[in-house]
Each structure stands twice: as structure tokens, then as C-alpha cells.
């Protein structure tokens, strides 16, 4: 048996599938309930890989011929982002938490011009809906920043980790064609 049918066998079992969706769960809800203590941690891995990213561009500069400056300045740039992110994550958490804030409700503007334009054709409540959103949350979001850096950017990891658990546990209950 090679190496990629044993992977399928694995992957393809809805019993394993069913139980790592139920240690999903189990961890996002347990995130969900500190999302503070995610969001730094994700912050300090994320400056971790910026630093390794880094010093891959310094060897690529080192090591091969062409676009050596190029290399050299992103793979500097990397590092300092990366060594920031490790010695200062909770400034870092701050101000990726404002540029969340800010990024919403740039979108929800651009969401709601986009929904006025096309306000007659299909769906243009849905956007204009989509548009209201964004924009209530990232007032939400700027407004309270700094104090909403204590709690968004782990939120938003905890719900993804449930929503994903919960699709593998759904994707793990249907059953199997033989």
C-alpha cells in the first residue's frame, strides 16, 4: 500500500474525521471563552513565521543570482515585521485590530456605493445589507479600538475553528458511496 492510499484511508475515515471536528469544536468554544490569549498567540506565531519568511529571502539573496537587492530589502522587512510582532504583540494585536476596524468599513463604503449603483438589479438589498454589516462593525470595531484589541482578532479564530468543526463534523456524517 503506498503512501497516498494510506493517507486517503485516514483522511476518508468519518470516524477520525468526526473526532478531530469534535476537538475543533471542543477548542474553538475554549478559545471563544479567551480570546484574548489567541489573538497574542497568533500574533507571536505570525511574527515567528515573518521572521523565518525572512531569513528564507536573506538565503535566496545569499545563495542565488538575480533579484538580490529585492530579496535582501523583503527579506529585512520580514524580519523587523516578524521581531516587532515577537517583542511587542500586544502593540502588534492593537494595530491589527484597527486595520481590521479601518478595512471594514472601507468595504462597507465601497459595499454600499457598489449597492446604490445597483440598486435596481437583483440582489442589491442583499448588498446594501452586506454594506450596513460592515460598516456597523467596524464602527464597532474603530470605535472601541484600543479595547477591542483584547478581544477581536481571537473571536474571529475561535468562530472560524467552530464553523470548520462543525463543517468536517457535517462533511463526517454523510455517508460514504462504496
Known amino acids: 500500500m503506498n503512501a497516498e492510499s494510506k493517507v486517503n484511508r485516514v483522511v476518508g475515515n468519518s470516524w477520525f474525521a468526526a473526532i478531530l471536528a469534535v476537538l475543533e469544536l471542543i477548542l474553538g468554544f475554549l478559545m471563544l471563552s479567551f480570546p484574548f490569549i489567541l489573538g497574542a498567540a497568533a500574533i507571536w506565531v505570525a511574527g515567528f513565521a515573518l521572521i523565518v519568511i525572512g531569513l528564507v529571502h536573506i538565503w535566496n539573496c545569499v545563495s542565488r543570482r538575480g533579484h538580490r537587492i529585492w530579496n535582501l530589502i523583503s527579506g529585512c522587512l520580514y524580519i523587523v515585521a516578524g521581531s516587532v510582532m515577537v517583542l511587542l504583540p500586544l502593540a502588534s494585536l492593537s494595530l491589527i485590530t484597527l486595520i481590521i476596524g479601518l478595512a471594514l468599513l472601507v468595504g462597507g463604503i465601497l459595499r454600499l456605493i457598489v ?7 437583483i440582489g442589491s438589498a442583499w448588498r446594501f445589507f452586506n454594506a450596513i454589516v460592515s460598516l456597523i462593525l467596524g464602527a464597532m470595531v474603530v470605535w472601541s479600538w484600543p479595547a477591542s484589541s483584547l478581544w ?18 457535517f462533511i463526517s456524517l454523510v455517508p460514504k458511496e462504496k
Open 152 to 169: 477581536l482578532v481571537g473571536t474571529i479564530i475561535a468562530i472560524e475553528m467552530i464553523f470548520s468543526g462543525w463543517s468536517l463534523l
Open 115 to 121: 449597492a446604490i449603483s445597483m440598486c435596481r438589479q
